[in-house]
């Protein structure tokens, strides 16, 4: 199991903002990066340094970070956000690289 | 613009090495950082290993006694080796390169991935 956790499957209204945690005692002193997967597609880098986008990624996607939790935000979603999303920090002891579980993102 | 490919047989024997190169063009293997990370059919990603342009080197807890990973700068690519493989090991395989900007890791360009079955 991974020391980051995510929920499984999340779902949003067109339109609307959803929000998809990544929870990890690591995330205390590490920070996270986040990745959108598409089926049969590589992932693509959407928020790094917790709350960095890079170019070309649409400003509706945002990141944060609370205490053992990292998030990241969609403010209206659209159809072509559908996909797989991964957040990757470090584990506890700080030596290796560890991804999420993953949150498949289904809009309604 | 940073391009990565991987290559390597897609089929491996049980109990044989897999042997994937990734080859990047538009950058320099000298300079960044490198890893693989995999990708188990219907599953989710997991990190392999990472290369440092010093030499260091970090592996996964659960594959580093299997895992080699190097560097040929004369090709500009980098090499993932796994030894002893099982069914288990059968995933599409990406290579990516790991930015650092001060304290902050990230994966910022990703091969488009190669599927390694493992099968006699």
């Known amino acids: 199991s991974s020391e980051l956790t995510q929920d499984p499957a999340v779902s949003v209204a067109l339109g609307q903002t959803v929000r998809i945690t990544c929870q990890g005692d690591?995330?205390?002193?590490?920070?996270a990066s986040w990745y959108q997967q598409k089926p049969g597609q590589a992932p693509v880098l959407v928020i790094y340094?917790?709350?960095n986008r890079p170019s070309g990624i649409p400003d509706r996607f945002s990141g944060s970070n609370s205490g053992n939790t990292a998030s990241l935000t969609i403010t209206g979603a659209q159809a072509e956000d559908e996909a797989d999303y991964y957040c990757?920090?470090?584990?506890?002891?700080?030596?290796?690289?560890?991804f999420g579980g993953g949150t498949k993102l289904t809009v309604l | 613009q940073v391009q990565l490919q991987e290559s390597g047989p897609g089929l491996v024997k049980p109990s044989e090495t897999l042997s994937l190169a990734c080859t990047v063009s538009g950058g320099s293997v000298s300079s960044y950082y490198w890893s693989w990370i995999r990708q188990p059919p219907g599953k989710g990603l997991e990190w392999v290993v990472s290369?440092?342009?010093?030499?260091?080197?970090e592996f996964s807890p659960s594959l580093k006694s299997r895992v080699t990973i190097s560097e040929d700068t004369s090709k500009n690519q980098f090499s993932l080796r796994l030894r002893s493989v099982t069914a288990a090991d059968t995933a599409v395989y990406y290579c990516?390169?790991?930015?650092?900007?001060?304290?902050?890791?990230?994966?910022?360009?990703w091969g488009q991935g190669i599927l390694v079955t493992v099968s006699s």
């Open positions: 990516a390169r790991l930015a650092r900007v001060g304290s902050y890791y990230y994966f910022d360009y």
């Open positions: 990757k920090s470090r584990d506890s002891s700080g030596n290796h690289l560890v």
């Open positions: 290369i440092f342009y010093t030499g260091k080197t």
């Open positions: 340094g917790t709350n």
């Open positions: 690591s995330l205390r002193s590490y920070h």
